[in-house]
C-alpha cells in the first residue's frame, strides 16, 4: 500500500496530471475500439508469443527510454491477463552518477548504453486495461543490474516523444510512470528485499540467474482507483494549507 502521507504535493500535482493523460490516451482510442496493446500489435498479424512488439521495440534516442509488449504461453499467465509491457532506460539517459551493481559476473559491454536498465513490467487485461504493476529477477530481462535507490532515481527520465508506433500508446506508457510512481518506488525496494530474502535462502544458487525466482514483487492496479485516491489526497493537501491570514495577535496595553 502507498504510504500518502511520504508524498508531497508536487508530486500529487504531477500524478494528477499523468491521469488526465492516461484517460485521455485510453479516451482517443476507445472511439475507434481501439487500445494500447492494440497499437503495438496492428500490421504484425499473428500474435506469437514471446515475440516484441513491436519488432526492435520503441526506443527514444533523445531520452533514451525503451519499451516492448510481449505475452507468455496461455498457461504460463495469471488468469484474465493477456501480456505486459516491459520498460527500459538506458545509460546515456540516466542521471549522473549512477553505476550497475558491483556484482561479480559483471561485465562492461562494449557499448556503455548497452548497460540498461529495467524499470517496471505493466500487466495488461484481455480489454487492453492495466491490471498489474511488477519487478523481475535479473534473467527475465538480461538487463543489468543496479540497486533500488539507483533505479527509482531513473523513473522521471523514461520519456517517449515521438510518434512511432503510436503517439497515443507512447503518450500513455510515460504517463503511467508517472501516475503509479509511488507504487513503483515501493515495488523497487521490494524487489532488492525479495533478493536479499531469497539468496540468503538459497546459498548454492546465484540468485540473479535462478529460475526459481522470476517476479520479484507485484501489485494489482486499477487506473480509476489510482485518480480518485491522488484527487481524494490532494483535497487533503489543500485543507491541510491555510486558506486565510493568520488572524492578528493582540497584547494586553498597560
Known sequence: MTDWSEVSREELEAMAEAGREVRLCQRVLAKTGD?????????HGTLFEWKHYPPGDVYDAEFHAQYYYHCHPEGERPNGEHGHFHTFLRPHGMPS???????PDFQP????????????G???DVAGQPVRLFTTNRWVTGETWYGADDVIAML???????????????RWITAMMRLFRPTIVGLLRERDAAIRRWADAHPDA????????EVASQRP???EEQIAEVAIQLRGARRRRAVLPEP?????LL
Do not use: K
Not at 522521471?156 to 507512447?170: C, G, K, L, T, V
Not at 492578528?248 to 494586553?252: G, H, L, M, N
Open 109 to 120: 559491454p562494449e557499448n556503455d548504453n548497452d548497460a540498461l536498465s529495467h524499470l517496471i
Open 156 to 170: 522521471d527520465a523514461f520519456e517517449i516523444d515521438h510518434a512511432r508506433p503510436s503517439w497515443p500508446a507512447n
Open 206 to 213: 546465484y540468485v540473479y540467474e535462478d529460475r526459481g525466482l
Open 97 to 103: 552518477g549512477l553505476r550497475p551493481a558491483p556484482l
Open 248 to 252: 492578528p495577535s493582540f497584547v494586553e
Open 35 to 43: 487500445t494500447v496493446v492494440g497499437e503495438l500489435l496492428r500490421g
Open 221 to 223: 492496479i486499477s487506473v
Open 122 to 124: 505493466i500487466a495488461m
